[in-house]
């Protein structure tokens, strides 16, 4: 993927802007995170076991770099999230490389309460060692923004009240004394005798990325405002992702497909939000507006299909790369039933572009590279 790494070099359209919080016209790391981090750390010290939860598709780039030190000396469980995302074929290989470098990982499905019940048995697993000496034990969710913490959180809290019906509120684990500081944290009780408690906190990055392409990759996955970044430069990232793998020609048996004998209303009688790619007039959603996602879909993948196969240049030359990049924004412009005339016509396609693989409806993905094994002599 050669064309895409010159095109990174050349910051993808970034212009003199970077990652970093003394970027100029970027600056993405609030007050509020950094003493977020300060107190994660604090309350790492008297936490008995970790859950770090990362993104799926992001197994490696979705990890708080500056956190790892911290995170790496105590007890730690890798939760993959949003494994319903990502490409299940590539998955295993990353849970056998987490295998390999001994560290508990296990993909999951934050909304799924039957995944979430494996994750806390786990973790119960790895708390046995403790369990005899410890009367009350803590566990700590960590994690960037945007990696479905919060959605591992409310199925958390869900369990825990079936399990402790009494509990309907949070309750509170007195945690102290830490060294001149004494503090209360709210947490969800998962276990009794010993009580285990679960603890939540605030999502936060590291102060800067120094490599462009994590941070384009955080930005696609929505752990970095798009507001950031620019939804355009998050598009042109994703669309050479796809071109450089060659994803789009494995959408031709796709299609294939015709939706005869359905009829829906046009675009123009619906206000469709960005965030779900369904009309907000009727709720639930009727059939016709389903088929129009499903319309959407395979008008897009069908145009990316197309610009590929009659692409005549090499995905590896960063020029013919950005060539054809251009040409598929005017391609799925059409394709999306855009106004030619639109005034911010590449930013409306660019916000569909990400809806659309955010919300897992162009396939599941794993953007990052599973690292070489070293044998071991």
Known sequence: MSGLKELLKKGLGLGDMA??????????????????????????????????????RLPLSSANADLQPHLS???????????????????????HYFETCKQDCIPINAHSQSSVRKLLELVEF??????????????????????????????IHQIAKSRFPAQEKM??????????VTQDIA???IAHKPSIYVLDSPGVLVPSISDIETGLKLALAGSVKDSVVGEERIAQYLLAVLDTRGTPLH?????????????????????????NLKPKRRNP????????????????????????????????????????????????????????KASEARLMVSKKLLTLFRSGKLGPFILDDVPDIKPVS
């Open 73 to 95: 000396a105590k007890r730690r469980v890798v939760a993959l999230n949003k494994k319903d995302l990502a490409n299940p074929n590539i998955m295993h290989k990353w849970t």
């Open 285 to 340: 959603p009727n059939r016709s507006d389903l088929v129009y996602v499903e319309d959407l879909v395979m008008g897009v993948q069908h145009a990316l299909y197309l610009t590929l196969t009659e692409f005549n240049g090499n995905v590896e030359d960063e020029n013919d790369l950005e060539c054809l990049i251009d040409q598929q924004f005017s391609v799925l412009q059409k394709a999306m039933k855009i106004p030619h």
């Open 171 to 180: 309750k509170r684990a007195a945690v102290g004394p830490l060294p001149g």
């Open 187 to 189: 947490g969800f009780k």
């Open 251 to 275: 959408w031709k048996h796709l299609n294939n497909r015709r939706l005869d004998g359905i009829e829906y209303e046009a675009e123009a009688n619906h206000e469709y939000s960005l965030k």
């Open 126 to 155: 790895k708390l046995k060692e403790v369990i005899c000496r410890e009367p009350t034990l803590l566990v700590m969710v960590v994690g960037v923004p945007n990696v479905g913490k919060s959605a591992l959180i409310n199925s």
């Open 19 to 56: 990652f970093n919080a003394g970027g100029g016209a970027i600056t993405w790391f609030p007050g509020h995170m950094a003493a977020a981090t300060r107190a994660i750390r604090h309350r790492l010290k008297v936490s008995d076991l970790v859950i770090e939860v990362r993104d799926a």
